[in-house]
C-alpha cells in the first residue's frame, strides 16, 4: 500500500515519497495571535493533526512545524484602538490558542516559532531577495518584484496579466506593480518595530513563514498545509520569494482543507454566526468536534450545524461506551497480546478475528487514499459492531476473550491516529471502578440477604441512573456499562 495525497501544486493525488526517506518535514500556518481562534481555523488544526498522527503511525520521522504571527496589522490596530501594547495582545492570545488545541486534543507541534523571535531571519531573507534584485526599496519599505518569478500563480493555477486586471487591491504608488508585497514596512508612528538596513520597521506576513520553515526544516519541505484560503497569495508568495532564494523546489506537498460554513452561511462576525473554538467546546468535547470534522473528506466543504454535532455526540458516545465495555470484558483475561499470537483459534475463531482483521485493514487503506477519513471512520464503526457481537455474548469464552484483547489493541492504534476516543488512564480508571462495584455488590448481596429490598433497590436504581447496570443472577449480581 502506498499513501497518496492530493497536491494543490499538481492537482493531482500522488504517491507520497519524502525528500528524505523515513522523514517528514511538515510545517502548518498557525493563528495570528490578535483573538481567539474560530471554528473555521480549529478544522485545519485538526485534520493536519491527524495526518501528522498517521505520518508517525506508519513509522515516519515527523518533524511539524507551526508558526505564530504575532506581529502583524490587526494586532497593531487592536493593540492601538485598546490601547495596550502588542505583547500584551499577543501573549494572552498565544496562551488562549494553546488552550484551546489542548481542548481538542491536537498534538503540540515540535516546535511553535514566533514571528518576533525571528527577526534577524527574516531580515536576512529579505537581503538575499535585494541583493539578486528580485525585491526593491522604496522609503524603508521593501517590496517583493512578483514580475521576477517566472513561475507565479503556478500553485493557485491564476495569470499576473489577469490578476492585475481583475484586481481590487487598491493601488499603491509605492508599488511598482499591484501584486508586489511587502516584505518589511516601514514603522509608522506608535508601531513596534525592529532594527533593519532599511530602517526601523517589521516584517510582512509571508516572508515569516519562509524565513521560519527554513529555520527548522531547511530549504525543502515535505509537506506545507493550511486552509484552502491561503492558497493565494500567501503560499503563492511563499513559494516564489523562497524559491527566489534558494533556486530549489521549496514545497513538494502542498495540502489544504476546505472551506467552512455555519448553516450554510459563510461564517462571519458581522452575520452573528462567528463560533469561537472557546464556545464550541463549552458545549461539546473535544473529542466530538473532531470526530464532527473527520465525517467529512478534509478538502471537502464542511457546513457546521448543532445536528450535525449532536449526530458526532452520539457516535463519540457509543465509541466510548463499547471501549468501557471492551474494557470491562477483559478485566480478568490473562491473555497478553503475545500470548495472543500463538494462539491457535477454532475454526469459528480464525473466521471472527479475519471478518475483523478485513474491517481493520479497509480503516487503514481508506487512510492511504489522500486521508479518507469520512470513509476510514465508516469502516470503524462497522469493527465496533462486529466486536460489540462478541462483547454482548454471555458468558465470552477464553477464546473470545483472546479475539478481544486484539480487537483492544487496533482500537487504541487506531484512536492514536484519530483521537475520538477518551482515554483517561483507563487501566487505572477501570480497575477503580471494578474494585468499588465489587464492595457495593457485596453489601447489597448482604442488604438482600436481610431481605432490606428498599435499600437494595435504591442501590440498583442509583446505579442505573449514572448508567451501570446491575443483573441479578443465580451466582450472583453482575454489572455492565449500559
Ligand atoms: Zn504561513
Redesign the pocket.
Known sequence: MVLKLYNTFTKTKEEFVPVEPGKVKF?V??PTVYDYIHIGNARAFIVFDVLRRFLKYLNYDVTYVM?L?DIDDRIIERSLKEGIPATEITEKYTRAFFEDIDALGIQRADVHPKATEHVKQIVALIQKLLDKSWAYQVNGDVYYDVSSFKNYGKLSGKKISDLVAGSRVAVDEKKRNPLDFALWKNQKPGEPAWESPWGLGRPG??I??SAMSMTYLGESLDIHA?GID?VFP??EN?IAQSESVTGKKFVKYWLHNGFLEIDGEKMAKSLGNYRTVKQVVKDFPGVVVRLFFLQKHYRNPIDFTLEGMRAAESAVARLKTFYENLDHALLDAKADQQDLEKQVLSKSGIATRDVLENFFQTIIESLFDDLNTPVALSHLFDFVRESNKLLSKEPVSEEEKRILLWVREKIRELNSIFGIIEEKNPSIATALVNEVMKILISVRNDLRSKKQWELADKIRDELNKVGIALEDKGSGSEWRMR
Open positions: 510545517y500556518c498557525g508558526n504571527t506576513w509571508h515569516e513563514c493550511g491561503l500567501h503560499h511563499e
